[in-house]
């Protein structure tokens, strides 16, 4: 099990951009993959973003690729989620995740951080 602690969630105006952080316990992540999903209210939780342990390899969301890049450093045992143009519909509770196996199953990601908010305004 591994603890995970999310930051740098806020309000931002439609077209800006925020950086969200995910800092894990373990003494190293690397053997991890590490995603992002957000919940909006009164929506289910969604995989948006994903990266595999080495970082090689990511995936992600049709509503925020392009837009979103997700990104780790393994000797700091970070995880980064940079969004850009963002949209009012992007507000939402997002949360980090880490797991084992693939990358599009969400079912893989099994330790969760508490969320941070981002909302959006137009």
């Known amino acids: 099990q591994v603890q995970l602690v999310e930051s740098g969630g806020g309000l931002v105006q439609a077209g800006g951009s925020l950086r969200i952080s995910c800092s894990a316990s373990?003494?190293?992540?690397?053997?991890?993959?590490m995603a992002w999903f957000r919940q909006a209210p009164g929506k289910e939780r969604d995989l948006i973003a994903a990266?595999?342990?080495?970082?090689?390899?990511?995936r992600y969301a049709d509503s925020v690729r392009g837009r979103f890049t997700i990104s780790r450093d393994n000797a700091k045992n970070t995880v980064s989620l940079q969004m850009n143009s963002l949209e009012p519909e992007d507000t939402a509770v997002y949360y980090c995740?880490?797991?084992?196996?693939?990358?599009?199953?969400?079912?893989?990601?099994?330790?969760w951080g508490q969320g941070t908010q981002v909302t959006v305004s137009s």
């Open positions: 990266i595999s342990g080495s970082g090689s390899s990511t």
């Open positions: 373990r003494r190293t992540i690397s053997s991890l993959a």
């Open positions: 995740a880490a797991g084992l196996g693939p990358l599009i199953i969400p079912e893989t990601f099994r330790s």
